[in-house]
C-alpha cells in the first residue's frame, strides 16, 4: 500500500484528488441502454468540499456510487468515461483492487443513518472490521482505533457505544457513526450523500459542524451531495448543479450564489425557503374555531412484570392546548421525538387521548364507526411518508376515489371524474389516474396523498412532516400548493415540520413542543421576531442558512443524550406554566 | 423526458391473464394444471383400463408386478392392476386433497390469522393461544386421532388434512398482518373513514396474496403426502380408491423390485406440484404491481 | 426477562393442558376398546370387565381426565395398558433419541436449506437459482420412506459408508438427520432465499461494500445473520411438523426413539403411552417455539423480550 | 429325550431382529408372536414340545400322572431345577404361578386358559385368592384338579402362561417383572436397553444339560423388516424376526445362494374371513356358501408370492383332526351366483369388509372384493388400526372382516384351539373374539364332549374335533382362505437341524437348540 500524503488545509487548488471525466452510467433496460448520468465532469482538490446540488433523481448518488464502484449491479453500470483517484483509474480497476481502496483511500457516508448500520452488530465491531480490512492489525489495537475515532466525532460517552447496538442511538448519533466509520482509516476523499437530510435540524447542525472541523483539521476532501441549498451555502467551496443526470452549472459557492447564470440554478435558488422572507401573516380572529385541544395527553403503556401489568408510561404528549380557526395555519415544530406526531394522530382518532379534542364539530374519543366516518369528513392528515402511507398495491385514482366510494353516493364514473379533478388540483395529469404508487416520484406522491386528503373537503388538515422528504423544488411545489387550497377553501391546517424555513413560510402561527408539552406559542412573527424560550432559540440558530456570506454565529452544543418521556406509572409530571408575555404570545416560564 | 404517453386503459390492473399469457413458465405451469385437472376429470374416457381391475395377466407367475411397457404402459402394481389408470383416476383423490383440503386450510388459517393480527386484542390473543395449542399437537397424531373418530372417506380425510394445516399458514399470516396493521396507510384508510371489513379486504388482504400463493403451493404436496400417511395409517382414503399418496404408500418397500410403482406418482405429485408453484409464482408476480413491466 | 420467562411457562402449561384434555377427549370417542386388546382372545367378559373397572375405564370422561391429571401433577404419566410399565420410564428410555434426532435434523435442514437458499439469492434469476429453487419442491414433495431407504441402500448398503440403521455412535446419526434434513430443506431454502434477497438490499450492505469488506465477510458477516431471523420464527413451526415425521425415520433407520413407540401404541390404543407421547412431543413443540423466540433476540437486538 | 445335536458347537451369539419393540417378558402377559418364543427361552412349565414339533414332553415336570377320569393331574417336579436368581424350584412355585396367572389384578390376557381348573371362577370374579384346585402335595408334587374334563390341559400347562416363576422375584420387581424377568429357563434376561437391544445370556445352571449351545441372542427391536433383510445380507444379522418381507421376497429366492439358507415349514394358522351370522343377508346359511364359492383362493395366494396353501376348512393341515379328504367349496362365480339367486339376491347386495391395514392385508382384501364383485356383492373395504378392527368384529357391527395380521396362530396343536373363542358360543358375545358370532348350541356341545374325553391323541378325539368343523363348514361362518407357510430365512453360520426354523412353537426359531458354526 502506498503511503497517503498529507499536507494539511493549506493546499495548491491544482491538487485534483479525484478526477471525474465525462462520466456516463446507464441502466440496463427492455428497451436497451438508458442513461441515468451523462458526461458528468468535475474535479475534487485536496482539502477542498466540492457540493453536487441537485434536485431529486438528478443522478447525484448515482454518481457517487459509480466513484465508489457500488452501482447496483447488474442493470446499472459505467458505460462511458472514467473516475480517476490520483494515478488511478477507478472505473477500470479490477473489483478486488478497487475493495482495498474502498475504505481506505475513498470512503462514503449515507442518507440514511438508521438503515445504513448493520443492526445486528454493536457499533464496536463494524468500526473494528473496517479498520481491520484494510490494515492488519490485532483486534484490540483496533479496537483502540476505533474508539478515538468515535471519540474525535465528538460522541458522547465514546466507549460505552462501542458495546451498543445501532437502534440504542439516536439518528444523530448514529451518523456519527458512519462518519468515525469512513474516517478512521483518515481517506483522501470521503463521499457524503446527503448526510443530514434524515436529520432534526438541531442534530443537523450538529453534524455539519463536525463534517466542517474534521475536514479542517484533517484536510479530507469532502464531496457533500445534498440538495439543501442552505447546507451548499454553508459547507462548500464549489458547487456542481445537476439535473436529470446532466450537469448544469459548476462554479465556487459564492459566485453560483450570488450570480447564477444558469437558469435552473435560478429556478434552485428561488425555490429554497429563507428565514425572515415568510410574507404577512393574516391574522384571523374572526374565523370559526375548527380544531380545539384542551389538556389533551397522549400516554403509551409499557407493559412488564409477571402478569404483564402497565409498569410504566411514555408520557408523549402532556397538557397540549391550542385552537386553529378556520383558513389559519398553525405549525408545530420541536425535536424528534417530543410528541408532535401524536398530537397529529390524536387529532384524527388514531391514538386513544385524554383531555378534549375537538374538530369541527365532532368530538374526538372513543368512536364507533359512525362517528369514526363523520370525523373523518371533517379532517384529514397527509403522513411524512408518502409511500408509507399510499397502498401499493392500489392505482392511484382508485385511492383517491375511496373517500368518495366511502362517503358518497357517487358512481364509479363520477368518483373517477372527481379523482381525475383532484389530480389535476394538485398538478398531476389524469393520465396518470391508472398508475401505481411505486411509479412517481416522491413529491408527486406527497401530491397525491393532499388530492385523497382533500377528496371530502375537509376543514382540517393534519400535515405531519408532509414536505420534509422532498426536495427544495417540489417541497415549494407543495407549499404552494398547500397554501393555494387554504386560500380557496379556507382549510385550516396543522402544520408539523422540523424545518424552520418551511414552518416561516406557511405557518400563520407556531408553536413549539419539548418533550410532550408546548413551551411556546404565538403568531408567526412574535416566534420568529422575538423567541423567548431558550428551545425555541436553539432551533432558530440551528438552521443553515441559504447564503454563503452570512457568518454564523457559533452554536452552543447540546450535550447528552436527549431526555426521554418515560416514567413509572403514577409519577407526577412536571407541568410548564404558560405566561403571556404578548397578546397572543404564550412562553413557558422557567 | 415527457410524462406518461401510454393511453391510461392499457394500464389497468385488469390484464392480469395478458400479463400471464406472456410468461412462458406460467403458461406451462397452468397447461400442467390443466393437463392434470383434464385426466382427472377425463379419466374414465383415457384410462386405458378400469383401475380397479386386478387383471390376470397383470401380475407374473410368481405375483410380481409387471414393469412399464406393454399393454400395461406404466406398469402394473402389486394386483395386477394398471398403473397408469391408477394414476388417472389418483389424480381425482389427490387433486381434492392437495387443492381443495389445502385450499380449505389456507382459508381457514388467512381468516384466523388476519383477524388476529387485525384486531390484536382479545380476540387477537383468543386466537393465537388458539393456534399455538393446535401447533403443540403433534400434526399426524392429532389427525390419526380425529380420522380414526369419523369413520374414514375421502371427504373425512380431507376435512382432517384441513384442520391439521391450518396452523401454520395462521401463524404467518399473522405475523405479517400485525405488521400491515401498524403501517401508514392502514392509519391513512382509517381517517378515511374506511369500514373495517373494507381496510381488510381492500387493503390488508390483496397485501398477503403473495405470502398465501407461497404458503399455498408448498401446501399441496404437504397435503398430499400427508393423504397419503392417513392412508398408511389406516385412517384414509380407503382402498381400492386410488390417490397418489397411498400409491406410493402400498409400494414403498417395492422401491427396489418395482421401482416404478414409486417413481411415477412421486413424480406426479412433484409436477403436481411444480405446476402451480409456476402458476402461483408467476400470478404473484404479476398481482405486485411493482413488478409491472418487468414481464 | 425472569417475569416473561413465568409468563410463558404458565402459557404453555396451559396450551399442554388443551393438548392433554383434547386428546383425552378423542381417545375417550375412538372407536376401539384398549380393555380388549389387554385381555385377550380368551377373556371371558367378565374378565373384560374386570380390567375395566381395574384400569378405571368405566368412570364418566371428567373423572377418567381428573384421574390422569391428578397424576400428572404428581410426574405419574400411567402405566402403560400392554407393557404394564411406567410411560414415564418408556418415554425417557427412547426421548433422548428422539430429541437428538431432531437437533441432528434440524440442524441438517438448516444447513442444507440455508446454503441453498443463500447460493440461489447470491445468483437469482440465474440457473442455479432455477435449479436450486425446482430441487427445493422436489425435497418437499418427496415420500419420507422412500427417500430413507435410497440413502440406506446407497450410502449403507451399496457404499458401507454408514452402518445400516442403528444408534449409539454418530455415524449412526448422519443418514437418519440426512433424510429429515433433505426433506426439511426445501422450506427453508425457499424462505432463506427470498429474505436473503431482501437483506441484500438493505442499505447497511452497502455500507458493509463500502468499508471495502471482502464479499464472503460481506455476506456471512453482514448479510447472513439478518437474513435468518424470519427463518428462526420458522424453526417453531418445523417441530411440530418435525415430530410427525419422526416415527417413520425412526422406523426405517432403527432409531430407538418415541416415534415408533407412539407408532405401537396408536395401533394397539395403548392410551397411557398415546397421551405420554402427544404430551411430551407438545412439550417439545412449546419449548421449541420459545427457545426460537428467546434465540430471536441474540441474533437481532432490537428484538426485546418483554 | 435331550435331542443334542451332535454336531453343534457351544458359544458364541446371534442377532435378531425384530421391527416391534418387546411388550413384556413377563410369561403372565406376553401374547405377542415375538415375544413369545422369548419368554419360552427364559422361562419353563411344567410341560414342553419337543423341539421343531409339536409332540409333549416333560418340562419342568420330571413325570405326571392323570387320574382314570382325567380331572386329577399330579405332577411330579425335576429336582434341583434353579431360578436364575439361583433358588431352588419347588411345587409352592408352581401354585404362587398359576394362581398369579389366574388373578383378575394380573390382567392376563392367558387366564382363561385355565379355566378348567377347579376354583377358576372364584378366582376370576376376584372371590377367592387362590386356585382351590391346585395343591401342593410335597415341595417336589403339586396336584392339579380339574373342574371339568380337559383334554388339552396338558397342551394348555405348556402355554407360557402357565410359567412358573418366583414369587420373591415378582414381587421385588414391583410390576416390573415384565421387564425384569426371572425364570428357570435356558437363557437370561442380560440386558435390556429399551427400544434398542436385548441380550440374553446362557444359563450356565439350565437343567437340561449341555444347553443352551449358545452364549448369548442379542435382539435388536424397532427394525424396519425390509432393512433387517438388507443387514442379513451384509451378515450382520442372522435371523430376521419379522422374516423375509414380501418386496424382497422374489429377490431372494431367485438367488440360489440365499434360498439355500430359507427355511419352508407350515405353521398352525390359517386366513379366513368371517361372514357375520347375524347381519342380513350373511344370515342366510345359502349367501355365505356363495361367498365361500366366489373367493379365488389360488389368486390370493400368488398375491403374496405363493407363501401360502388354500384352505378349504378353519383347522391347518398339519394340525391334528384336518379333515384331509374334505374337498371344500370349490371356486366357481358362477354357482355362486346361481346360489345368490336362489337365495332371493339376484342384484347381490352392499355390504363392508373390514381390514387390518399393515401389508399384504388390505391388497387381500382388494382381491376379495374383487371376487365378490364378480358374483355381485359389493363390499367398500374399512381398512383400519388393529384395535378398530378387533372393536367392529367384537361389536358384531362388522358384516365382514379378513383376520390377516389378527389371524389365528394357534396356542397349541389341539384342534379345540381354533373352536372356543373364535367359533364358539362364549366368543360370540358383546366384545369377544368370535367375530362372525356364530353360535349353535349344540356343536357347543359337541365340542366340550370331545374335550372331556381323557386322552388327548385318542382317534377318537380327533375325528369328533374333524365332525365339529365339518358341520362348521356346513354352516360356513367363516371363508378359509389360505394356510400361511413359514419361511424363514438365517445366515450361513447358523447350525442346526431345519425344523428348529420352523418350530410351531418357538417362533422364528428354536434359540434353545440352535447353534453358529464359526
Ligand atoms: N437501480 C436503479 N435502476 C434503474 N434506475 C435507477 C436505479 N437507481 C436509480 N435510478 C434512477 O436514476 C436516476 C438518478 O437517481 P439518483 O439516486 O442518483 O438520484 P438522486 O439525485 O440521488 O436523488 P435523491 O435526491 O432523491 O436521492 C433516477 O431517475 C432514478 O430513478
Ligand atoms: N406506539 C408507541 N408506543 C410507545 N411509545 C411511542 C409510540 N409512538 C410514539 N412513542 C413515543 O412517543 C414519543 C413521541 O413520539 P412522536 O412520534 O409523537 O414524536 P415526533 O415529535 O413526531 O418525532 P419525529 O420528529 O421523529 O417524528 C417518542 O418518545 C416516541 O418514542
Ligand atoms: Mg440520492
Ligand atoms: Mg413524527
Ligand atoms: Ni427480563
Known amino acids: ?590 | 423526458m415527457t410524462e406518461v404517453t401510454a393511453p391510461a386503459t392499457s394500464r389497468r390492473p385488469d390484464g392480469v391473464w395478458s400479463r400471464l399469457r406472456h410468461r412462458p413458465l406460467a403458461l406451462f405451469g397452468m397447461a400442467l394444471v390443466l393437463l392434470i385437472v383434464g385426466a382427472a376429470v377425463l379419466a374414465p374416457v383415457i384410462a386405458p383400463f378400469d383401475p380397479f381391475a386386478q387383471n390376470f395377466d397383470g401380475l407374473t407367475m410368481f405375483g410380481e408386478p409387471l414393469p412399464p411397457g406393454g399393454a400395461y404402459v406404466l406398469g402394473t402394481d402389486l394386483l395386477g392392476r394398471d398403473l397408469l389408470s391408477r394414476l388417472l383416476y389418483g389424480a381425482r383423490t389427490s387433486l381434492i386433497i392437495g387443492v381443495v383440503a389445502n385450499g380449505i386450510a389456507l382459508l381457514i388459517g388467512t381468516v384466523i390469522g388476519l383477524t388476529a393480527g387485525f384486531f390484536q386484542g382479545w380476540i387477537g390473543a383468543v386466537l393465537m393461544r388458539f393456534t399455538d395449542l393446535m401447533m403443540a399437537f403433534p400434526a399426524l397424531l392429532l389427525a390419526i386421532c380425529l380420522a380414526a373418530v369419523f369413520q374414514p372417506s375421502l371427504w373425512i380425510v380431507a376435512f382432517v388434512i384441513a384442520m391439521v394445516n391450518w396452523v401454520q399458514t395462521a401463524r404467518v399470516i399473522y405475523t405479517e398482518t400485525s405488521a400491515l396493521a401498524a403501517r401508514d396507510y392502514i392509519a391513512a384508510q382509517r381517517t378515511l373513514g374506511a369500514s373495517t371489513p373494507r381496510i381488510l379486504f381492500r387493503h390488508i388482504l390483496p397485501h398477503l396474496v403473495p405470502l398465501i400463493i407461497v404458503w399455498g403451493t408448498l401446501g399441496i404436496s404437504t397435503t398430499v403426502l400427508l393423504e397419503a400417511t392417513l392412508s398408511y395409517l389406516g385412517v384414509g382414503v380407503q382402498p381400492p380408491t386410488p390417490s397418489w399418496g397411498n400409491i406410493i404408500f402400498e409400494n414403498q418397500t417395492y422401491f427396489q423390485s418395482a421401482p416404478w410403482l414409486v417413481f411415477f406418482p412421486g413424480a406426479a405429485i412433484v409436477v403436481l406440484a411444480l405446476a402451480f408453484n409456476l402458476v402461483g409464482d408467476a400470478l404473484r408476480d404479476v398481482l405486485d404491481p411493482t413488478l409491472r413491466g418487468s414481464d | 426477562m425472569v417475569a416473561y420467562l413465568i409468563r410463558r411457562l404458565i402459557q404453555s402449561i396451559l396450551i399442554l393442558l388443551g393438548v392433554s384434555f383434547i386428546t383425552f377427549f378423542l381417545l375417550y370417542v375412538l372407536p376401539a376398546d384398549p380393555v380388549r386388546q389387554i385381555a385377550g382372545r380368551s377373556a371371558t367378559p367378565q374378565t373384560v370387565e374386570n380390567i375395566r373397572t381395574q384400569l378405571g375405564l368405566d368412570q364418566p370422561f371428567i373423572v377418567q381426565y381428573g384421574r390422569y391429571l391428578a397424576g400428572l401433577v404428581q410426574g405419574d404419566m400411567g402405566r402403560s395398558y400392554l407393557q404394564k410399565t411406567d410411560v414415564a420410564t418408556l418415554i425417557m428410555a427412547r426421548l433422548p433419541a428422539s430429541l437428538l434426532l431432531m437437533v441432528a435434523g434440524i440442524g441438517a435442514e438448516l444447513v442444507i436449506g440455508l446454503t441453498m437458499g443463500v447460493i440461489a439469492a447470491l445468483w437469482r434469476g440465474r440457473a442455479v437459482d432455477n435449479g436450486l429453487m425446482m430441487t427445493s419442491f422436489v425435497t418437499v414433495s418427496a415420500p419420507q420412506f422412500v427417500v430413507a431407504l435410497l440413502l440406506l441402500y446407497v450410502f449403507a448398503v451399496k457404499l458401507g459408508w454408514f452402518p445400516i440403521g442403528g444408534y449409539g455412535t454418530p455415524a449412526h446419526l448422519v443418514l437418519p438427520a440426512l433424510t429429515l434434513g433433505i426433506l426439511g430443506s426445501g422450506w427453508y431454502a425457499r424462505m432463506m432465499r427470498s429474505s436473503m434477497v431482501e437483506v441484500l438490499r438493505a442499505d447497511f450492505i452497502r455500507t458493509a461494500r463500502a468499508k471495502g469488506l471482502s464479499r464472503a465477510r460481506v455476506i456471512l458477516r453482514h448479510a447472513l445473520p439478518n437474513a435468518i431471523l424470519p427463518v428462526i420464527a420458522m424453526i417453531g413451526i418445523d417441530i411440530g411438523i418435525f415430530m410427525g415425521g419422526i416415527v417413520v425415520v425412526e422406523g426405517v433407520f432403527g432409531w430407538p426413539g418415541i416415534g415408533q413407540l407412539a407408532w405401537q401404541a396408536i395401533q394397539r390404543v395403548d392410551i397411557p403411552i398415546i397421551m405420554g407421547v402427544t404430551l411430551v412431543s407438545a412439550c417439545a413443540i412449546v419449548t421449541g417455539n420459545l427457545l426460537a423466540d428467546l434465540i430471536a433476540p441474540l441474533i437481532d437486538p432490537r428484538i426485546r423480550i418483554r | 429325550e435331550q435331542h443334542m445335536d451332535p454336531n453343534a458347537k457351544p458359544g458364541g451369539n446371534i442377532t435378531v431382529t425384530y421391527k416391534d419393540d418387546v411388550a413384556t417378558l413377563d410369561p403372565a402377559i406376553g401374547y405377542d408372536w415375538q415375544n413369545w418364543s422369548m419368554i419360552k427361552s427364559l422361562f419353563d412349565g411344567l410341560m414342553d414340545y419337543e423341539p421343531g414339533t409339536t409332540t409333549l414332553r416333560p418340562g419342568l415336570a420330571e413325570s405326571y400322572e392323570i387320574s382314570d377320569d382325567g380331572m386329577t393331574f399330579t405332577f411330579h417336579l425335576r429336582p434341583g431345577v434353579k431360578f436364575h436368581n439361583g433358588r431352588e424350584m419347588v411345587a409352592e412355585d408352581v401354585k404362587y404361578s398359576l394362581d398369579r396367572v389366574t388373578n383378575p389384578a394380573t390382567q392376563s390376557p392367558g387366564a382363561g386358559f385355565f379355566g378348567a381348573i377347579e376354583g377358576y371362577d372364584a378366582v376370576a370374579s376376584g372371590e377367592a385368592e387362590t386356585l382351590s384346585g391346585v395343591t401342593v402335595v410335597d415341595p417336589q408334587t403339586v396336584q392339579i384338579k380339574l373342574s371339568r374334563p380337559d383334554a388339552t390341559f396338558l397342551h394348555v400347562m405348556a402355554l407360557n402362561f402357565a410359567s412358573v416363576v418366583p414369587q420373591e422375584a415378582v414381587e421385588a420387581a414391583g410390576g416390573d417383572f415384565g421387564k425384569q424377568p426371572v425364570g428357570t429357563g435356558a437363557f437370561k434376561l442380560g440386558e435390556w436397553t429399551i427400544g434398542q437391544r436385548l441380550v440374553f445370556e446362557k444359563n450356565a445352571d439350565y437343567w437340561r444339560d449341555g444347553l443352551p449351545y449358545l452364549d448369548t441372542v442379542t435382539f435388536e427391536v424397532g427394525q424396519e423388516p425390509i432393512v433387517a433383510l438388507l443387514r442379513l445380507q451384509n451378515g450382520e444379522v442372522d435371523v430376521p424376526g419379522d422374516g423375509i418381507p414380501p418386496a424382497k421376497f422374489q429377490e431372494v429366492m431367485a438367488d440360489p445362494e440365499q434360498a439355500a439358507r430359507v427355511v419352508e415349514g407350515g405353521q398352525l394358522q390359517t386366513g379366513y374371513i368371517t361372514l357375520n351370522v347375524t347381519t342380513p343377508p350373511l344370515d342366510q346359511v345359502e349367501v355365505r356358501k356363495a361367498i365361500n364359492m366366489a373367493i379365488n383362493k389360488d389368486r390370493i395366494v400368488q398375491l403374496i408370492n405363493g407363501r401360502a396353501v388354500p384352505a378349504n376348512q378353519p383347522l391347518p393341515p398339519s394340525m391334528p383332526g384336518y379333515t384331509t379328504d374334505y374337498a371344500g367349496y370349490a371356486y366357481d362365480p358362477e354357482a355362486a351366483k346361481q346360489m345368490l339367486a336362489d337365495a332371493g339376491l339376484p342384484d347381490g347386495f352392499e355390504t363392508e369388509l373390514y381390514v387390518m391395514n399393515t401389508d399384504p392385508n388390505p391388497r387381500i382384501a382388494q382381491a376379495i372384493q374383487q371376487d365378490l364383485a364378480a358374483i355381485g356383492v359389493n363390499a367398500s373395504i374399512q381398512s383400519l388400526a388393529q384395535a378398530n378392527v378387533i372393536e367392529a368384529g367384537g361389536a358384531g357391527t362388522a358384516p365382514m372382516i379378513w383376520s390377516g395380521g389378527m389371524a389365528w396362530i394357534a396356542d397349541f396343536p389341539d384342534p379345540s384351539n381354533f373352536y372356543g373363542p373364535i367359533l364358539g358360543c362364549a366368543g360370540a358375545v358383546e366384545g369377544g373374539w368370535n367375530w362372525s358370532k356364530f353360535c349353535d348350541e349344540a356343536l357347543d356341545a359337541e365340542a366340550t364332549a370331545a374335550d372331556s374325553m381323557v386322552s388327548q391323541e385318542g382317534e377318537e378325539r380327533l375325528k369328533m374335533w374333524s365332525d365339529v368343523y365339518m358341520k362348521v363348514m356346513e354352516e360356513a361362518p367363516w371363508v378359509p382362505v389360505f394356510n400361511e407357510q413359514r419361511y424363514t430365512m438365517k445366515s450361513a453360520r447358523m447350525g442346526g437341524d431345519d425344523a428348529l426354523y420352523v418350530d410351531p412353537v418357538s417362533i422364528p426359531v428354536n434359540y434353545d437348540y440352535v447353534y453358529v458354526t464359526d
Open chain 1, 1 to 590: 500500500m502506498e503511503t497517503k500524503q498529507r499536507t494539511g488545509a493549506g493546499t495548491a487548488p491544482d491538487d485534483i484528488l479525484l478526477s471525474v471525466r465525462d462520466l456516463t452510467v446507464s441502466v440496463r433496460t427492455d428497451a436497451g441502454l438508458l442513461p441515468l448520468v451523462k458526461d458528468v465532469t468535475f474535479d475534487l482538490r485536496r482539502g477542498e468540499t466540492l457540493a453536487i446540488a441537485g434536485e431529486s433523481g438528478s443522478g447525484k448518488s448515482i454518481t457517487s456510487l459509480a466513484i465508489m464502484g457500488l452501482l447496483p449491479p447488474p442493470a446499472v453500470r459505467v458505460t462511458g468515461g472514467s473516475v480517476a483517484l490520483g494515478d488511478r483509474v477507478l472505473t477500470s480497476l479490477p473489483e478486488g483492487q478497487l475493495r482495498a481502496l474502498r475504505g481506505d483511500r475513498i470512503a462514503m457516508i449515507f442518507q440514511e443513518p438508521m438503515t445504513s448500520l448493520n443492526p445486528v452488530m454493536t457499533v464496536g465491531t463494524q468500526l473494528v472490521e473496517a479498520i481491520r480490512a484494510h490494515a492488519p492489525m490485532s483486534r484490540r489495537k483496533a479496537r483502540v482505533k476505533a474508539l478515538d475515532a468515535l471519540t474525535a466525532v465528538r460522541l458522547s460517552e465514546p466507549a460505552r457505544r462501542m458495546d451498543q447496538f445501532p437502534h440504542e442511538l439516536s439518528g444523530g448519533m448514529r451518523q456519527r457513526v458512519m462518519i468515525a466509520m469512513a474516517l478512521a482509516l483518515k481517506p483522501d476523499v470521503l463521499i457524503a450523500d446527503e448526510p443530514t437530510t434524515a436529520l432534526d435540524v438541531t442534530v443537523q447542525r450538529e453534524v455539519l459542524d463536525l463534517l466542517r472541523d474534521l475536514q479542517r483539521d484533517r484536510g479530507t476532501a469532502i464531496l457533500l451531495i445534498t440538495h439543501d441549498m442552505g447546507v451548499v451555502a454553508e459547507m462548500a467551496d464549489r458547487v456542481v448543479i445537476m439535473r436529470r443526470g446532466v450537469v448544469e452549472e459548476t462554479g465556487p459557492v459564492r459566485q453560483i450564489f450570488a450570480a447564477p447564470a444558469n437558469p435552473y440554478t435560478r429556478d434552485l435558488l428561488a425555490a429554497v425557503p429563507r428565514m425572515g422572507q415568510g410574507g404577512a401573516a393574516i391574522a384571523r380572529p374572526d374565523r370559526p374555531v375548527v380544531a380545539d385541544l384542551r389538556e389533551v395527553a397522549v400516554r403509551y403503556d409499557i407493559r412488564g412484570g409477571i402478569l404483564n401489568r402497565v409498569t410504566h408510561r411514555v408520557h408523549a404528549v402532556e397538557g397540549v392546548g391550542f385552537d386553529i380557526r378556520a383558513g389559519e395555519t398553525l405549525s408545530l415544530v420541536g425535536e424528534s421525538g417530543c410528541g408532535k406526531s401524536t398530537v397529529a394522530r390524536a387529532i384524527v382518532g388514531l391514538v386513544p387521548h385524554a383531555g378534549l379534542i375537538r374538530v369541527g364539530d365532532q368530538t374526538v374519543g372513543t368512536m364507533t364507526a359512525q362517528a369514526r366516518k363523520r370525523l373523518s369528513a371533517v379532517t384529514q392528515i397527509v403522513f411524512q411518508d408518502p409511500m408509507a402511507a399510499l397502498d401499493s398495491r392500489m392505482t392511484v385514482g382508485e385511492q383517491i376515489a375511496e373517500p368518495l366510494l366511502i362517503h358518497s353516493t357517487m358512481d364509479a364514473t363520477a368518483r373517477r371524474a372527481r379523482a381525475a379533478d383532484l389530480m389535476a388540483r394538485v398538478g398531476l395529469t389524469e393520465a396518470k389516474l391508472d398508475n401505481y404508487p411505486h411509479e412517481f416520484s416522491g413529491g408527486q406522491r406527497q401530491r397525491i396523498c393532499i388530492a385523497r386528503a382533500l377528496a371530502l373537503t375537509p376543514q382540517l388538515i393534519v400535515a405531519d412532516e408532509s414536505v420534509s422528504a422532498l426536495d427544495v423544488s417540489v417541497q415549494a411545489r407543495v407549499l404552494d400548493l398547500l397554501r393555494a387550497l387554504k386560500d380557496e377553501f379556507g382549510i385550516a391546517m396543522l402544520f408539523i415540520s422540523h424545518d424552520m424555513a418551511v414552518v416561516e413560510n406557511i405557518s400563520d402561527r407556531v408553536a413549539v413542543m419539548q418533550l410532550g408539552q408546548i413551551v411556546e406559542i404565538g403568531s408567526r412573527a412574535q416566534i420568529f421576531g422575538n423567541p423567548q424560550h431558550p428551545y425555541t432559540r436553539r432551533l432558530m440558530a440551528a438552521v443553515p442558512v441559504a447564503d454563503p456570506t452570512a457568518v454564523r454565529e457559533a452554536t452552543p452544543r447540546m450535550t447528552g443524550d436527549i431526555p426521554n418521556p418515560v416514567h413509572p406509572v403514577g409519577a407526577s409530571i412536571a407541568r410548564h406554566h404558560l405566561m403571556e408575555v404578548a397578546p397572543g404570545h404564550l412562553v413557558a416560564e422557567g
